[in-house]
């Protein structure tokens, strides 16, 4: 069965570091998100992205979130200057389309820690 | 946009009998509903989802029930198993099309 890869699988970083999440999702899924779930709460959405541009964004994803196709392939969140409070496991998904049909394919995630 | 409300947000049965776990959505578009399993340190898996245009869906000892007008979903888990223990999530697609999450439900089977 198709999977979305996420790597690494844990990161750890300095407070006002830049980390870069990486993700490949499903060869043809067309729509893409990032959702974070931080320790014991539930899963939010930050990002979806469709056609090589933002779709939507939430009011956590601020001027220190974007995120990047770069390659095709490769769909990549980037956090330029790290909080304590970034520290959450962070969720790639894809989906084929955007309508009530599909649903989401997640990455296995990757857990973030920022000290 | 969409809100999901989902409770209990702890709920303990013996194993074998049954669990339910109720969720309700605010944006009467959301037309697909996913509930997801997630297990410590793990993504959320999908276990069942449902479309607005059914009411109810069965997959062996999980059911899903939707009642549109009063805009609630439920999680049925029959004859309940220790590796059913995890934390379930509802979730819900609006019009804005992204998938909003409950704040999850950790179920414990009892021995």
């Keep these: ?115 | 946009g969409e809100n999901v409300e989902q409770h209990p947000s702890t709920l303990s049965v013996q194993e074998g009998d049954s669990a339910v776990i109720k969720c309700t959505y605010s944006d009467s578009a959301s037309n697909y509903f996913p509930w997801y399993k997630q297990e410590l340190g793990k993504r959320p898996q999908l276990i069942i989802d449902i479309r607005s245009n059914v009411g109810e869906k069965k997959d062996q000892r999980i059911a899903v029930t939707l009642n549109k007008t009063a805009k609630h979903f439920s999680l049925h888990i029959t004859e309940t198993q220790p590796e059913d223990s995890a934390v379930y999530f509802c979730a819900a697609r609006g019009r804005d099309d992204k998938i909003i999450f409950g704040k999850g439900t950790r179920l414990h089977i009892l021995p």
Aim: proline share 4%.
């Design chain 1, 1 to 115: 069965e198709p999977e979305v890869t996420q790597t690494p699988s844990h990161q750890v970083t300095q407070m006002g570091q830049e980390v870069i999440l990486r993700c490949v999702p499903i060869s043809n899924h067309l729509y893409f998100y990032w959702y974070r779930q931080i320790l014991g709460q539930k899963v939010e959405f930050l990002v979806s992205f469709y056609n090589n541009e933002i779709s939507e964004k939430s009011e956590i994803f601020d001027d220190q979130f974007s995120v990047e196709r770069p390659d095709g392939s490769n769909f990549t969140l980037k956090i330029r200057s790290t909080k304590l409070e970034d520290s959450a496991m962070y969720f790639c998904a894809s989906s084929e389309g955007g309508g009530p049909d599909y649903g989401y394919t997640f990455g296995s995630g990757t857990r973030l820690t920022v000290v």
